[in-house]
C-alpha cells in the first residue's frame, strides 16, 4: 500500500479478515497505519527504497493520488500495480481528466486551459463567467483552487496560484453534488454502490447521505460512465466519480482513482465496504456485493473529534478515529449513522447534532431527507 493515511489504516482493516496482509509505504513518521500494520518509511520518489518495499509484497496499490505515477510503471514490471500508472497518471492531471471525459462522452462543465499569461489574455468572449481557476496538479479538498468571478480577476487568480498551469471551469448552476463509487476486477467484472448526496463545506466533504433520491434514468447513467471510464483506463480497484446534477442530467467533475471519502459509509451501510472491494480487486478475488443496508448518513470530522461518549450513546452510530493529531483542515474521523429507513435516520441525526453540537453539519443532510417528499 503506497500511502500510509486513514485509507491505507481502512484498507488494511478491511484487508485482516480476508487473511491479506498489508504493508504500508509512507514518509512520515507518524502515519497513521501504523496502529494497525506494518509501515516503510521513505520519500514517495525514493526509487531504490519503493523497490525494496516491491520485493515484499504480491501485490501493490495506492491510497492517494499524489504518488509517483513513473515509479509506479516501473514496479509493474516486477508486481502487479492496481490501478495502473497510466489511470494514475491520467487522474492526476485535471486537463487530462476532462478531455477523456469529453472523448467518452461525458458531460462537463465548459473549460479552458491557462498556461501562460497570453492564455489569460486570450479568453474567448463566449466563456460564462463566474468561474473557478484550478491547477492543473496537486489539488484537493479546495487546495489550488480560486474564484474568478470575471474577466477582470483572471490574471491576479492565475498569479494567485503561481502561474502555475491551470484549468479554468465555468462554474456550474448544478441542484446538488453527487458521487458514484464503483469497482472493477482484473478480469472486468464491474459492480456500482448507489449514488449518494455529498454536502461539501469550504471544499471539504462534510457529509454523505446513502443512497441518494434519484431517478431510476439518472443512477443508469452513472453507471454507464463509470463503466465507459473504467473500461478506458484498463482499471482494477475502487475509484470515485464526483457529479453535479443538472436537471436530468450529470456533468463529471472529477474522478478518484482509489476508495473516496464519500464512500466510508459502505463500511457499515453496505453488504461489502468500498475497503473490502477494493482489496478483493487488486488481490483477484471475487467481488462483493456494493446493495445498501437500510439508509446512511456519513459525517466527517475536520480539524479535531467530537465528544466520543456523547456519539456513541446514539443509536445507529459508528465512530472512527484515525489516530491522528488535531489540526486545522485535517481529517481526523468520521462517524456513519446508520437506520432503516430516512424518517428514523432524520430522527437520529437530530439527536447527533444536538448531543455533539453539530447542528449546522446535519440540517443540511436533514433538509435532503425531507426534500425526498
Given at each position: 500500500m503506497i500511502g500510509g493515511g486513514q485509507l491505507a489504516r481502512m484498507l488494511a482493516l478491511a484487508a485482516a479478515p480476508l487473511g491479506v496482509r498489508v504493508l504500508a509505504f509512507d514518509p512520515a513518521p507518524d502515519a497513521c497505519t501504523q496502529s494497525?500494520?506494518?509501515?516503510?518509511?521513505?520519500?514517495?520518489?525514493?526509487?531504490?527504497?519503493?523497490?525494496?518495499?516491491?520485493?515484499?509484497?504480491?501485490?501493490?496499490?495506492?491510497?492517494?493520488?499524489?504518488?509517483?505515477?513513473?515509479?509506479?510503471?516501473?514496479?509493474?514490471?516486477?508486481?502487479?500495480?492496481?490501478?495502473?500508472?497510466?489511470?494514475?497518471?491520467?487522474?492526476?492531471?485535471?486537463?487530462?481528466?476532462?478531455?477523456?471525459?469529453?472523448?467518452?462522452?461525458?458531460?462537463?462543465?465548459?473549460?479552458?486551459?491557462?498556461?501562460?499569461?497570453?492564455?489569460?489574455?486570450?479568453?474567448?468572449?463566449?466563456?460564462?463567467?463566474?468561474?473557478?481557476?484550478?491547477?492543473?496538479r496537486f489539488g484537493y479538498d479546495g487546495k489550488g483552487q480560486a474564484k474568478v468571478p470575471s474577466v477582470s480577476a483572471l490574471e491576479s487568480s492565475f498569479i494567485e496560484l503561481g502561474e502555475v498551469p491551470c484549468v479554468l471551469e465555468s462554474r456550474v448552476r448544478f441542484e446538488r453534488e453527487l458521487s458514484l463509487i464503483a469497482v472493477r476486477s482484473a478480469d472486468g467484472e464491474m459492480q456500482s454502490y448507489p449514488l449518494v448526496e455529498n454536502i461539501h463545506v469550504d471544499g471539504i466533504l462534510s457529509a454523505s447521505l446513502a443512497p441518494a433520491c434519484v431517478s431510476d434514468e439518472l443512477a443508469l447513467q452513472a453507471r454507464d460512465y463509470a463503466r465507459l471510464l473504467a473500461d478506458a483506463l484498463g482499471y482494477t480497484g475502487v475509484f470515485a466519480i464526483e457529479f453535479f446534477q443538472v436537471g436530468g442530467r450529470l456533468l463529471a467533475n472529477e474522478v478518484a482513482p482509489r476508495v473516496h471519502n464519500s464512500g466510508h459509509w459502505t463500511i457499515e451501510g453496505a453488504e461489502t465496504s468500498q475497503f473490502e472491494n477494493h482489496i478483493r480487486a487488486v488481490t483477484g478475488l471475487p467481488l462483493g456485493s456494493p446493495a445498501a443496508r437500510g439508509v446512511s448518513c456519513m459525517l466527517n470530522w475536520i480539524g479535531e473529534l467530537p465528544d466520543v461518549r456523547a456519539a456513541l450513546a446514539v443509536l445507529g452510530l459508528h465512530w472512527h478515529d484515525y489516530d491522528k493529531e488535531p489540526r486545522a483542515g485535517r481529517k481526523v474521523g468520521h462517524a456513519t449513522i446508520t437506520a432503516p429507513d430516512f424518517d428514523q435516520l432524520a430522527q437520529r441525526l437530530m439527536i447527533v447534532g444536538s448531543a455533539l453540537g453539530r447542528e449546522t453539519q446535519v440540517q443540511p443532510i436533514i433538509d435532503a431527507i425531507h426534500a425526498r417528499g
Open positions: 494497525v500494520a506494518p509501515v516503510q518509511q521513505a520519500d514517495f520518489d525514493d526509487l531504490a527504497a519503493l523497490h525494496v518495499f516491491a520485493e515484499r509484497c504480491e501485490f501493490i496499490t495506492f491510497d492517494f493520488e499524489n504518488v509517483s505515477a513513473p515509479a509506479l510503471d516501473e514496479l509493474s514490471a516486477t508486481r502487479p500495480v492496481r490501478p495502473n500508472a497510466r489511470a494514475l497518471a491520467l487522474t492526476q492531471d485535471r486537463l487530462s481528466e476532462k478531455l477523456l471525459f469529453t472523448r467518452l462522452g461525458i458531460g462537463v462543465a465548459e473549460f479552458v486551459q491557462i498556461a501562460t499569461h497570453d492564455d489569460v489574455r486570450a479568453i474567448p468572449a463566449s466563456f460564462k463567467f463566474p468561474a473557478i481557476l484550478k491547477t492543473r
